[in-house]
């Protein structure tokens, strides 16, 4: 069974979120880590990119394929993980950690709330099988 | 070893070289090369011999069973080479006038008449040199559809989860935003996802049906209403049209645009780079939109169709008229088939293809779609396996090349976990269908009783596992002197 950290936040599209006083630092899951295999090469955003909610705003790839990583939120880029693009496998190691991609500042800073929380995001996993 | 490292100063072998070269004294001093080419200095023998070792070591389906799911690696009859190959053909001038050229262009007339039979669509071109330009072509003769009735609001194209990358890839050249549906549990397209993305900003529809999930989608004329009744256009992308070849036609289906991957279904070895060919047909609506040149037909005469002749065309794709060997071999083949024999392609492609399905899951291989009838192809999921013994679908594929198997395609569609793609087309016997079988059998067994066999594969080739995460992540393809 995959970690699921229980202060974080998810999507259905298997990123997380982590709120530390309204700027959000967004990564991959365990699952979708485990899921993909070993990283290869990160695309991240640019610092200032607009991002929409759902649309693909990087790009993942291992070595059985790329990709998209979807924003969990609207918001604008306030740093990048620049260290991935010489240690792309810290989103295997430590996908919640030193594996994180990218952090937004939140158009709403109450969108968060709408996000799954980890028990709805466990769900999510158990119902994919 | 590389050819480099049989080099020694001096070794040369003249024989070849040609008479006179060319000096460059008309060039300037300052272009001029300084030093001679760092080239491999061996003999005609060494020379000869490392690159006949280097052939041999090919994994081809001249050697081997080639089951890569999606790829159709099927045996290309010789027969369809030999008639491409007569020198009237090869000598033959791609600006020589139309009235030396009536066999040539009467081959290529026929060969868009075939392709118009065994499709159901209005018109075909050949043009496009490849699949993914043939998808190129098809998606912006659909753009120049709506553009052409005022309707160019039109902005997205829908694509099942499912599809191969290159559709979306196709749609964003051609300036459209991609829309992913969603696919139902039995591997066919979610109606509802389909209906929610439906509306006025939707261009079109690209699906495979078959589906590289190795499924028929049993919905696709409710698709095709629901898509045309959104002002839609429905495209058909053509890599598994080996699965259907005489049976089912696109152009019954509802497709109003459809691209070939000759080189697959029509007889020429491929998986090399090309050339390919990827010709493109169309429906009534779309036919003033068909690239140029293709072949027209008057009174018994066979001449170019080109711009003048239809202004709204997208236009030219390559220099001439397609890559004229490929197209020669894919007629050949035709003809060699006849119509009785396009549908047997098909029968005996998808009956290979569930015998193989059948067997596999009698060993305990589980299927990602083990309800439905496999089409040419079929998916196999290791996930179960993964959980139970470690192993996972690149074990299974590296031990298979010991075992003097091409190994499946794998991770794709990265839907389905762990999966295998297995296609193993019309063109295998039994026995080496059983024989797929026997080592498959026993690689289950090994995966159980000693799994480390399996991650330490492939052990009888010349290169052992392969370190794909430090080829991606250090890749390093010069060779430099020690």
Redesign the interface.
Known sequence: MSNVPANLRYTKSHEWVRDDQGILTVGITDHAQD?M??M??VDLPKIGDALTAGKECAVVES???A?DVYAPLAGTVTEINETLGVK??AINNDPYGAGWLFKIKPAQASGVAGLLDAAAYENLLAAEG | MLIFEHSRPGRVNPAQIPGATAGGEDLPAVFLRRQPLLLPEVSELQAVRHYTRLSQRNFAIDTHFYPLGSCTMKYNPRAANKAAMLPQFLARHPLAPESTGQGFLACLFELQEILKAVTGMKGVSLTPMAGAQGEFAGVAMMRAYHTARGDSARSEILIPRAAHGTNPATAVMCGYTVREIEVDQQGDVDLESLKKALGPQTAGLMLTNPSTLGVFDRQILEVARLVHGAGGLLYYDGANLNAILGKVKPGDMGFDVIHLNLHKTFSTPHGGGGPGAGPVGVSERLLPFLPVPFVGAHSGQYHWVTEKMRPQSIGRLSAHMGNAGVLLRAYVYARLLGREGMPRVAEYAVLNANYLFKRLMALGFAGAYPARRATHEFLLTLKDLKDTTTITATDVAKRLLDQGFHAPTVYFPLMVPECLLIEPTETESPEDLDAFVDAMADIWSVAHTAPDVLKNAPQKLPVRRVDEVRAARDLDLVWRKA
């Open positions: 899921l295999g070993d290869v090469f070595v059985k394929a990709s792309p496998e």
